[in-house]
């Protein structure tokens, strides 16, 4: 009876039925053991990551005394700083600068503003160049005649009119001067002041704005022209 049991469709039925749960919990078992051996493993990699990975380095707060500073960014030199000028040539104070208030022009007879300084001088007297710089132009204006301008530091330009026409022997466009070094004489050349004295019409620029070029002379400077005894004496 036990052998026809054993034959039975049923009784093979049913040990089918526990060799597929078996096959089925061992592979559960299975995939639960790998999960936990890669979660071990996973953890495992961390700590030790975390132990041999070094501490970021502590950087000292004092800046390096090469760096420059805020305030040492600001000292750039005498480049960025507009030069003290020199006389350009020994004479009085002709005409002042004026762009607010027209002045009278004893040429045009009229009211009109002025660009510029006018020293008055001897004709032909020399003229020189009020500070260190590169001659940037050399023309002939119909209106003030023989011209030459000089870049300065400082986005300086200094321009002076009214000159002779020949100029300093060298001097070209991009010819480096010196302060004090000539350039020209004073001629009668700008035909819009030709009714004034023999003087030098000087102008200024800094940073394309025009000034007064009475401002950056010293006060020593500024005097000789106001009460400049040479030239009184001559006339």
């Known amino acids: 009876m036990w052998k026809k049991w054993k034959e039975s469709k049923f009784y093979k039925k049913m040990r089918q039925v526990r060799v597929n749960r078996a096959v089925y919990l061992s592979a559960v078992i299975i995939l639960v053991t790998l999960a936990v051996i890669l979660a071990v493993s996973a953890a495992l990699n961390r700590a030790k990551k975390n132990e041999t990975e070094e501490p970021p380095?502590?950087?000292?707060?004092?800046?390096?005394?090469?760096?420059?500073?805020p305030d040492d960014?600001?000292?750039?030199?005498?480049?960025?700083?507009?030069p003290t000028l020199a006389l350009p040539t020994a004479g009085k104070l002709l005409k002042e600068h004026s762009t607010d208030v027209q002045v009278f022009s004893q040429t045009m007879k009229d009211y009109r503003v002025h660009l510029g300084v006018d020293i008055a001088c001897e004709a032909s007297a020399p003229v020189c160049a009020a500070a260190d710089g590169t001659v940037a132009q050399?023309?002939?204006?119909?209106m003030m005649g023989w011209c030459v301008?000089?870049?300065?530091?400082?986005?300086c330009v200094t321009v002076y009119k009214n000159l002779a026409k020949d100029m300093a022997e060298g001097l070209?466009?991009?010819s480096a001067v010196l302060q004090g070094q000539l350039i020209g004489q004073v001629g009668d050349s700008a035909l819009v002041e030709i009714a004034e004295d023999p003087h030098l019409h000087m102008e200024m620029t800094v940073k394309g704005l025009q000034v007064d070029p009475m401002e950056y002379f010293s006060q020593s400077v500024v005097?000789?022209?106001?009460?400049?005894?040479?030239?009184?004496?001559?006339?």
């Open 73 to 82: 960014s600001l000292q750039t030199g005498t480049e960025d700083k507009v």
């Open 138 to 142: 050399i023309w002939e204006d119909p």
């Open 172 to 174: 070209a466009v991009g």
């Open 57 to 69: 380095a502590i950087t000292d707060a004092t800046p390096d005394q090469n760096t420059p500073t």
């Open 149 to 155: 301008a000089i870049t300065h530091a400082g986005d």
């Open 223 to 235: 005097n000789t022209l106001t009460e400049d005894e040479i030239y009184e004496d001559g006339k």
